[in-house]
């Protein structure tokens, strides 16, 4: 069983800085991709930004150039940064683990996710 554990949320002004973190446990696969997802009140969940096993990353749109995505494979963690913040940008923000080294936008293609994390941005 894979846990992920997300932290560093948190409400901030717009044009802030937050780091959000994503802690990898438990039997992880050989290789695999991680995402980053968010999922505003009445709004489906929507791709943020994956990185491969490799360390490629890929951005949606909406986020490029504002975030970045990053892991630390000796600590078993991936990193989201997020600056310049929006009031768009309030969500939970889960991460989630491919069982692939290559990365997916489709949140059904992540075999597991962590509980979330709130990140309310103030205008």
């Known amino acids: 069983q894979v846990q992920l554990v997300e932290s560093g949320g948190g409400l901030v002004q717009a044009g802030g800085s937050l780091r959000l973190s994503c802690a990898i446990s438990?039997?992880?696969?050989?290789?695999?991709?991680m995402g980053w997802f968010r999922q505003a009140p009445g709004k489906e969940r929507e791709f943020v930004a994956a990185?491969?096993?490799?360390?490629?990353?890929y951005y949606a749109d909406s986020v490029k150039a504002r975030f970045t995505i990053s892991r630390d494979s000796a600590k078993n963690t991936v990193y989201l940064q997020m600056n310049r913040l929006k009031p768009e940008d309030t969500a939970i923000y889960y991460c989630?683990?491919?069982?692939?080294?290559?990365?997916?936008?489709?949140?059904?293609?992540?075999?597991?996710w962590g509980q979330g994390t709130q990140v309310t941005v103030s205008s």
């Open positions: 990185i491969t096993w490799t360390g490629g990353t």
């Open positions: 438990g039997r992880t696969f050989s290789s695999y991709a």
């Open positions: 989630a683990i491919r069982r692939s080294a290559y990365m997916s936008t489709k949140s059904t293609d992540y075999a597991y």
